[in-house]
């Protein structure tokens, strides 16, 4: 759903987008001989991102300012990512209000649901390791949960899949799910051995279930054999260099540790810190933003598709797993990039909240909350950004701060997407299209045209719509660069003396990819 809209927009956008006329309409084909396997991938051009975003620091203080002053915060820590660098920090206000330390981007907050990722990550991990399998049944891996009462007759197994989509039919579980965090692993089998109530019926609908990503951690601990929590700092936090991430408080320093609190009566008050039990792999994690960034990074890192190493701890394609909408939901009342009204559709990936704006662009990240804390992350792979909050109040959500400072950002002209290279191949296919409908040569048809096309549309057909159509727009002046939409389908222009002729044609998967479709207005 996400490409087919990209390709929509991509097609009205081109209409309006001025192209270069440095070509003359006599180009040379390029050779038959270069192969059209060859990939190069999307990458930034006239790249400003860092230098435009750093001169928005005040701007963006301010924002987050304004957002803990509204809402009381005690105290706060952001950050904004640039690809693999932490671009820029702020804070204000205390971690612990009696000592009164002030934040800083070291201090530890606990990110509560924000942990949800690490978790789904590392279940790739396993995955890739041929350990587990997403489409498993739960109970293979935790005997116990095969003798849940199912709500209708007609439900098929839980798997893993749906623990890690939401889609187990398990009801909503905030608040309660949060209060469960220092439940021990034998507390965990035994409520599920006792039976649990279902909202719906597996595989039918999505609902947030804290305790789906709590069963996906005692399936990594019985995998693994080891404690989850183990298992993901030494699979997920120690390659990143995460030093200061942790999942029991008790661990840290007092002068690094956010305190949680809640407004009432017109005043804080503390919120008691629940230690690290077997609900921590749906909101146990405690870690900073100079940590985090490395983390949002790695997800960055994933885009765009490219043949280089693998350099992470998790494959690039699996990160990019976790990053494919499920159940999605259009949203009437959401807004684009800038910050503009525009209809958006969001749905759940694996750990991740995954949203697709109307501009044809997309956007990953989380919440957390938990007694005393509330924190957020976005980021935007086409673009290489991210931004994470994270404060030290009962579910006070920095999202709307957040959604701020990215819609500014992105007012930004200069702030702009990769752009994707022009394949050799359709590079090639493009200077054989204009050829095609200027002569209508038999010889170059013979080489380049797909079975199917004047099977769909006659040759003769085709022909007299080319003829009045170039007529149209008087003797061509220039042909415009070709403007691709992936590597084997794309659009240019035809100029005239009074008028512009598009072109978009798309290639079929033959090993020399031919032309299948044709369209010119």
Not at 186 to 209: H, K, Q, R
Request: with cysteine; net charge negative; aromatic share 10%.
């Amino acid at each position: 759903m996400r490409f087919f809209g990209i390709f929509i927009i991509g097609i009205i956008s081109l209409l309006f987008v001025q192209c270069s006329k440095s070509e003359s309409p006599e180009e040379k084909v390029i050779s038959l001989e270069k192969s059209q396997q060859k990939y190069y991938p999307a990458s930034f051009k006239n790249d400003n991102r860092i230098n435009i975003i750093s001169g928005l620091k005040e701007e963006i203080n301010q924002i987050f300012k304004k957002r803990s002053e509204d809402m009381h915060y005690p105290g706060l820590a952001y950050g904004i990512v640039v690809d693999d660098s932490l671009i820029m920090t702020g804070q204000m206000g205390t971690l612990d209000i009696e000592s009164n330390i002030p934040a800083t981007p070291k201090s530890l907050f606990r990110i509560a649901s924000m942990s949800k990722s690490f978790t789904a990550m590392t279940i790739l991990h396993l995955r890739d390791e041929g350990k587990v399998f997403l489409d498993d049944p739960v109970s293979k891996y935790i005997p116990e949960i095969g003798n849940l009462t199912s709500l209708t007759k007609d439900s098929p197994e839980i798997t893993l899949r749906n623990l890690l989509t939401m889609t187990a039919g398990f009801p909503e579980d905030n608040p309660w799910g949060d209060r469960q965090l220092d439940a021990t692993e034998e507390e965990l089998i035994d409520f599920i051995a006792g039976d649990v109530s279902f909202s719906s019926t597996p595989s039918t609908g999505y609902e947030y279930s804290n305790l789906g990503f709590a069963l996906l951690g005692n399936v990594i601990t019985r995998v693994t054999g080891m404690p989850y929590q183990k298992y993901i700092t030494e699979t997920i936090f120690k390659p990143l260099k995460m030093s200061h991430t942790v999942w029991e408080y008790s661990e840290v320093a007092d002068s690094l540790l956010a305190k949680g609190y809640r407004w009432e009566d017109a005043r804080w008050k503390a919120e008691p810190l629940l230690h690290d039990g077997a609900y921590g792999s749906m909101g146990g994690i405690i870690t900073s933003i100079e940590d985090f960034s490395r983390y949002v990074s790695f997800h960055l890192s994933a885009w765009p598709t490219r043949n280089e190493e693998e350099r992470g701890p998790v494959k690039r394609s699996s990160v990019r797993e976790m990053h494919q909408m499920h159940n999605p939901r259009l949203t009437n009342n959401g807004t684009g990039l800038n910050g503009q009204f525009c209809s958006s559709v969001s749905g759940y990936g694996f750990g991740l909240r995954i949203t697709n704006y109307c501009e044809g662009s997309w956007s990953a990240g989380h919440g957390g909350a938990l007694p005393g804390f509330a924190s957020y992350y976005l980021f935007y792979p086409e673009y290489g950004i991210g931004i994470m909050a994270f404060c030290n109040l009962t579910y006070t959500s920095p999202a709307s701060a957040i959604n701020k400072v990215a819609a500014r950002i992105f007012q930004e002209s200069s702030i702009a997407p990769r752009e994707l290279p022009v394949s050799e191949i359709l590079a090639q296919r493009k200077g054989e299209v204009y050829k095609l409908i200027t002569t209508w040569d038999e010889d170059l048809e013979e080489g380049i045209v797909a079975m199917n096309l004047y099977m769909d549309k006659s040759r003769e057909s085709r022909m007299e719509d080319a003829k009045n159509k170039l007529a149209q727009i008087g003797k061509v002046i220039s042909v415009g660069e070709i403007k691709p939409l992936n590597q084997l389908r794309g659009t240019f222009e035809i100029f005239g003396e009074t008028d512009t002729l598009h072109v978009f044609f798309t290639l079929n998967p033959e090993k020399s990819p031919k032309v299948q479709r044709l369209d010119m207005w």
